[in-house]
């Protein structure tokens, strides 16, 4: 069992960065594919971005492509997400998961989010 805890958000205005963090617990943690998703208010969650358990696999969203960089680092079990150029269309918490399989699309274990807000 993976148990996934994010951070990293805030409130930054349109145009800022961020980077958020997902840390995992367990030691089997480089055997995941993880992913990054986010939900706002009133609007169904959305895949954000992925990365293959060894990192030479990533996928994004359209509407983060080019500007969202997922990576990941083995050694200290987290998973990081680098945000820049942000719009307020970005405002929504943000969630990371754990996946068996990289390319199912299926996630098995799920953190509890982190606010990003973009002010404009």
């Known amino acids: 069992q993976v148990q996934l805890v994010e951070s990293g958000g805030g409130l930054v205005q349109a145009g800022g960065s961020l980077r958020l963090s997902c840390a995992a617990s367990g030691r089997t943690f480089s055997s995941y594919a993880m992913g990054w998703f986010r939900q706002a208010p009133g609007k169904e969650r959305e895949f954000v971005a992925a990365?293959?358990?060894?990192?030479?696999?990533?996928r994004y969203g359209d509407s983060v492509k080019g500007r969202f960089t997922i990576s990941r680092d083995n050694a200290k079990n987290t998973v990081y997400l680098q945000m820049n150029s942000l719009k307020p269309e970005d405002t929504a918490v943000y969630s990371c998961?754990?996946?068996?399989?990289?390319?199912?699309?299926?996630?098995?274990?799920w953190g509890q989010g982190t606010q990003v807000t973009v002010s404009s």
């Open positions: 998961a754990a996946s068996n399989d990289y390319y199912s699309g299926e996630y098995d274990y």
């Open positions: 990365i293959s358990w060894r990192g030479g696999r990533t």
